[in-house]
């Protein structure tokens, strides 16, 4: 039996040409502009899993960007696995400061530098590498299918009316995922759940035009310092989100299930000084882990409005901006936490302004239980691979379509990805370890003999 | 004796035809791209004052742009008048809000439709053409003397220097200037008081790079919440600012000046319609006007950080920013209040981020008293042209370099502006009436026999 270290130090430099090349197409999903190169990438993945061994593949539109769906049927009587990702990447802006561009993939330091290297365009080239490795050496006894779509960095917003139509072509016993974090390079990690998210859109506007801020100034509304000051109303100094019923859903944490979050390896002085900060902040009586793994936040993602070029201009601004977005927790649901704060934001504007609130996407947190036998094949294959069992991560990002594919498809996934703090994903600069590009091939071959047994427990 | 109505109604094509000359030049101060687009618009303005009729004009050199200085001596034992203007405009931000392009003025509805028609292209334009009607039909008894400037928009910041180095060169009796504001468009306006102003600009640091909103979300400080949060807490509830030591020195109104202030023509119905604004917003126990006129005021006029483009991303940015200026009142001192800010946006941040405070530009406030001179024929010419005694106008916005003609050069200045707040100065669709265009222009005829006679009692 062929062993997958060979396969892979015999074929690397072939791995990494054929990611490079799936790179290098710029499919930022959030950008009009780059309609065209959806496609193109789209199609580049298809191309990649029929030679990794698929017997069919194709792109299937969506009422968005297309989703490319492959599969290989060994046996009808065998688990089947779907492999989900996603092809489209976050923007690169400010790009000034990147070191190199963004998508020229460069080797440097043991890492591959690019948008997407990590998020999700290297992560999810691990399991077709995998894949394909099973398939050329013959050791695939499960059935693999592959939906790897291209709106996740926007929320997926076309994915659950695609599940819906093609529900019979993507069932499966098992859905696997690599599109999170390990807590080191080389320490295991399965994330075990994932908060939710809802994201707003701010307009507040003042006077129907920009008023040079002398003749006004002090006498009509402006509408930034308007909006900072509804901005700031939104969390108190405890650090509590002050959004009346905000709270009223969330699953409290047990006193025992946080004691066990403590156990996971943390430094608080590496974390500030990774980030150069001399004091973490948040909410009180809650740990940083605990902050971000099982407590909702608020952050304000961008804002604008006014004058922002070079040197000065004396201008009281007609508009105000802020993108807003809220992570949630169990059993927060983003409809109604996005209608919570559409309603607060309006209760508290002054009569001096007009205010309109827009929803973006947003999804549900999820929970990935240790007792399913993928969870349990994947703690197995860390363990090959890494020789330790992995860490199980409360984290703090959002994947919402996995709450979806729940509620859609009845079938619960499995996080295991092979990511980094240190990979700035959705920042410049980001990268992906080849150590942990290389190992997470390799735990995925793991995966599927192990699952192959649970299932027959 | 010619006529200055004829005079105009012959010549007006060539005024204009002029003045678009001078429009089309995109002299933004603020903008060093422009650099070049200076020194073209000086020597313009150089060859209209000699056009005109002067015996000598020059750009002349400062640390920044250059300034443009005419003269004509009719008589050394005869008073003179020094004319100040501004040849630089405002950025033109956001372009895309013009109804035609900024720099190619167009005329429309009875106004000349571009950036600079009124600041103070338009206005300064209607002294160059007073005083070519004077010299050209033999009736100017005074001196003249001539000095445009290219930084007015960004706070004068190198003619201070200029007006000590040449004292001698520009030394008069008056300094008369058109940059300020009617109340009507055929009501007369003389500006008795500018508010000072005091311009900041603010970063607010948190983490050394762009992090993911969903990993560090609720754990570490997000700029643009923090910096939301200080902006916030400069201002109370009743509109006061929350500075300390921010009211120390300004100079309280006594109840009979406020009573003078409250006659001036003002419909608070009218003033919302026009803002569309559903309700007005400033400090407690104060009118609209008094809010503009006699009391200090805060304002953003700028604000950036994080995403601001199409869709959303979820980043909790590095770095915020904000441009904050305060408009000051008589006797408020620039330097002091800057540092004041400075001191309490350091002392209020907390020690999750950095912040950075710096100062722009500042200048002094200004009063013009109604027993000068000047502003008693300013006050007659405006009854010889427009049939009313002039409103005194306690104006809210600045010309710093006002305070400083005061302490460098003695010299009062009279503002006899022929602005309207329907101009749009600052904003986009700058525009300036025919009407006041070609009346500012008879009334600036008019103003310096009356000079002559004042000062003979």
Same mark, same amino acid.
């Given at each position: 039996?062929s062993?997958i270290k060979?396969?892979?130090?015999?074929?690397?430099? #072939?791995?990494l040409?054929?990611l490079?090349?799936l790179?290098r197409i710029?499919?930022i +999903?959030?950008?009009?502009e780059?309609?065209?190169?959806? /496609?193109?990438?789209?199609e580049?993945i298809?191309? +990649?899993?029929?030679?990794?061994?698929?017997?069919r593949?194709?792109?299937?539109?969506?009422?968005?960007?297309?989703v490319v769906?492959?599969?290989?049927?060994?046996?009808?009587?065998?688990?089947?696995?779907?492999?989900?990702?996603?092809?489209?990447?976050m923007?690169?802006?400010?790009?000034?400061?990147?070191?190199?561009?963004p998508?020229?993939?460069?080797?440097r330091d043991? #890492?591959?530098?690019?948008?997407?290297?990590?998020?999700?365009?290297?992560?999810?080239?691990t399991?077709?590498?995998?894949f394909?490795?099973?398939?050329?050496?013959?050791?695939?006894?499960n059935?693999?299918?592959?939906?790897?779509e291209?709106?996740?960095?926007?929320?997926?917003?076309?994915?659950?009316e695609?599940?819906?139509k093609?529900?019979?072509?993507?069932?499966?016993?098992?859905?696997?995922?690599?599109?999170?974090?390990?807590?080191g390079?080389?320490?295991?990690?399965?994330?075990?759940?994932?908060?939710?998210?809802?994201?707003?859109? /701010?307009?507040?506007?003042?006077?129907?035009?920009?008023?040079h801020?002398?003749?006004?100034?002090?006498?009509?509304?402006?509408?930034?310092n308007?909006?900072?000051?509804?901005?700031?109303?939104?969390?108190?100094?405890?650090?509590?989100?002050?959004?009346?019923?905000?709270?009223?859903? /969330?699953?409290?944490?047990?006193?025992?299930?946080r004691?066990?979050?403590?156990?996971?390896?943390?430094?608080?002085?590496?974390?500030k000084?990774?980030?150069?900060?001399?004091? /973490?902040?948040?909410?009180?009586?809650?740990?940083?882990?605990? #902050?971000?793994?099982?407590?909702p936040?608020?952050?304000?993602?961008?804002?604008?409005?006014g004058?922002?070029?070079?040197?000065s201009?004396t201008?009281?601004p007609?508009?105000?901006?802020?993108?807003? +977005?809220?992570?949630?927790?169990?059993?927060?649901?983003?409809?109604?936490i996005?209608?919570?704060?559409?309603?607060?934001?309006e209760?508290?504007?002054?009569? +001096?302004v007009?205010?309109?609130?827009?929803?973006?996407?947003?999804?549900a947190?999820?929970v990935?239980p240790?007792?399913?036998?993928?969870?349990?094949a994947?703690s197995?294959a860390?363990?090959?691979?890494?020789?330790d069992q992995?860490?199980?991560l #409360?984290?703090?990002g959002?994947?919402?379509?996995?709450?979806?594919?729940e509620?859609?498809?009845g079938?619960?996934?499995?996080?295991?990805?092979?990511g980094?703090?240190?990979?700035?994903?959705?920042?410049?600069?980001e990268?992906?370890?080849?150590?942990r590009?290389?190992?997470?091939i390799?735990a995925?071959?793991?995966?599927?003999?192990?699952?192959?047994?649970?299932?027959?427990?």
């Amino acid at each position: 039996m062929s062993n997958i270290k060979t396969y892979i130090e015999e074929n690397k430099e #072939r791995f990494l040409d054929e990611l490079f090349g799936l790179i290098r197409i710029p499919s930022i +999903s959030s950008q009009a502009e780059h309609k065209p190169d959806m /496609v193109r990438t789209a199609e580049y993945i298809k191309d +990649s899993i029929l030679s990794a061994g698929a017997d069919r593949a194709e792109v299937i539109p969506s009422s968005g960007n297309p989703v490319v769906f492959g599969e290989k049927i060994v046996d009808p009587t065998a688990p089947t696995v779907l492999i989900y990702g996603h092809y489209d990447v976050m923007p690169v802006d400010p790009v000034e400061l990147w070191n190199s561009n963004p998508f020229e993939p460069v080797i440097r330091d043991g #890492r591959i530098w690019a948008r997407g290297a990590n998020d999700d365009k290297g992560q999810m080239f691990t399991q077709i590498k995998a894949f394909e490795y099973l398939v050329k050496t013959g050791q695939l006894k499960n059935n693999v299918k592959f939906m790897i779509e291209g709106e996740e960095e926007i929320g997926s917003p076309n994915l659950e009316e695609w599940c819906k139509k093609y529900k019979d072509l993507v069932a499966a016993d098992v859905i696997l995922i690599s599109d999170t974090s390990m807590i080191g390079e080389n320490t295991p990690t399965l994330t075990q759940s994932l908060r939710g998210l809802a994201y707003m859109e /701010v307009e507040v506007t003042g006077a129907n035009q920009d008023l040079h801020s002398g003749i006004f100034g002090g006498a009509v509304a402006n509408p930034i310092n308007v909006l900072a000051k509804m901005i700031a109303s939104c969390i108190d100094d405890n650090g509590h989100i002050a959004i009346p019923g905000f709270y009223d859903d /969330v699953l409290e944490v047990s006193a025992e299930d946080r004691a066990m979050l403590a156990r996971a390896p943390f430094n608080l002085d590496e974390y500030k000084k990774a980030l150069d900060i001399d004091e /973490v902040q948040g909410e009180a009586g809650f740990s940083t882990n605990e #902050r971000t793994g099982i407590r909702p936040s608020l952050d304000v993602n961008g804002i604008w409005g006014g004058y922002t070029g070079e040197g000065s201009k004396t201008v009281t601004p007609s508009k105000a901006f802020a993108k807003i +977005s809220m992570r949630l927790v169990p059993n927060q649901e983003h409809h109604k936490i996005s209608d919570l704060f559409k309603a607060h934001f309006e209760a508290i504007a002054p009569k +001096s302004v007009k205010v309109k609130v827009t929803a973006h996407h947003g999804g549900a947190p999820y929970v990935s239980p240790s007792e399913h036998p993928g969870y349990r094949a994947a703690s197995k294959a860390c363990v090959d691979v890494f020789g330790d069992q992995p860490i199980p991560l #409360r984290s703090g990002g959002s994947i919402p379509i996995v709450a979806v594919f729940e509620k859609v498809l009845g079938i619960k996934s499995i996080l295991m990805g092979y990511g980094h703090e240190s990979d700035r994903v959705h920042s410049p600069n980001e990268s992906f370890s080849l150590n942990r590009f290389f190992k997470g091939i390799e735990a995925n071959t793991h995966f599927y003999g192990h699952y192959n047994e649970e299932m027959k427990k």
